[in-house]
């Protein structure tokens, strides 16, 4: 593999990064300065990725975690593998597996585990890896286009609850239309949108946007995420929470995530009253 020249930019995350201690039995060869099999080297490659995996799952590309985990590597001569270039014998295999384990834990685990899941870039990024979408530039279209007017004036719409009115948001029409998307519906706000009433914490489990003081946070499973910029952002969030965790619409919003969907174009079952509004809005 040819080596990757990384900007000292990039590298500034890695500098303050402090790895873990390696496995006592893999400690005590080294000190020892006994000859190291390829299956010991390939281990150490493997929990300094895992180490660097939990503070950037993709950053931004596969090639820049193989080039920092050989520079590390390099720095310990006995480490070094003379028959291979490539200590990572199947580097995207590695990142599946990671995906595949954020799709099967717990959301609270997957935080733990992946601590840059907390931060907004970063969860947007792997939402687009894995869907091919940029949902925040999706949706940041959608807010141009003659989509939020047809919204505003589709019948429920009226029905807009007057805290969703009276939480001031910077982006006027069209938060207040996504605010209201369930009333399209007449569905529940809950499990979509929770504004505070005497807790930090909003109830539901799965993911949603809670609003305080004129400011929007993600949650997932009660655990906070990161404080969104706005609406927009926000919805964008909570839609990459669904994909990136495998989580199941839940029945009392369900109608309104798959118009979400519809809007930034990912693909879902749509049911027969999204499809009617669908028809309203092209």
């Known amino acids: 593999m040819n080596h990757v020249q990384l900007e000292d930019k990039e590298l500034t995350w890695v500098a303050k990064l402090k790895l873990p201690p390696l496995p006592l039995?893999?400690?005590?060869?080294?000190?020892?300065?006994?000859?190291?099999?390829?299956?010991?080297?390939?281990?150490?490659?493997?929990?300094?990725f895992d180490t660097l995996s939990a503070n950037d799952?993709?950053?931004?590309?596969?090639?820049?975690?193989?080039?920092?985990?050989?520079?590390?590597?390099?720095?310990?001569?006995?480490?070094?593998?003379?028959n291979s270039a490539n200590p990572i014998n199947d580097q995207a295999a590695t990142l599946q597996k990671i995906r595949n384990w954020l799709r099967n834990e717990s959301v609270s685990s997957c935080l733990i585990k992946f601590p840059s899941l907390h931060e907004e870039k970063m969860l947007l990024q792997e939402m687009e890896v894995l869907t091919g979408n940029s949902v925040l530039q999706s949706f940041n279209d959608v807010a141009k286009s003659s989509i939020i007017p047809k919204l505003m004036k589709l019948e429920n719409m009226c029905n807009i609850p007057e805290e969703i009115l009276m939480f001031k948001c910077s982006n006027g029409l069209v938060d207040i239309a996504f605010k209201a998307l369930p009333t399209v519906f007449e569905e529940l706000y809950g499990d979509f949108i929770v504004f505070r009433q005497g807790s930090d914490i909003p109830n539901s489990i799965f993911p949603c946007l809670f609003l305080k003081q004129s400011q929007i946070f993600l949650f997932a499973e009660k655990n906070l995420l990161y404080?969104?910029?706005?609406?927009v952002h926000g919805v964008a969030g909570l839609l990459a929470c669904y994909w990136i965790f495998n989580i199941q619409f839940p029945k009392s919003c369900e109608k309104t995530l798959q118009l979400l969907c519809y809007l930034v174009g990912l693909t879902?079952?749509?049911?027969?009253?999204?499809?009617?509004?669908?028809g309203v809005l092209q």
Do not use: F, M, W
């Open 57 to 82: 799952i993709y950053v931004p590309s596969p090639l820049k975690y193989i080039s920092i985990c050989l520079d590390l590597v390099k720095g310990y001569p006995s480490l070094a593998d003379n």
């Open 25 to 48: 039995h893999i400690k005590n060869v080294i000190d020892e300065g006994k000859p190291l099999t390829k299956a010991v080297r390939n281990k150490i490659v493997q929990i300094l």
């Open 227 to 231: 404080k969104c910029n706005n609406v």
């Open 268 to 278: 879902v079952d749509i049911c027969a009253p999204v499809k009617k509004v669908i």
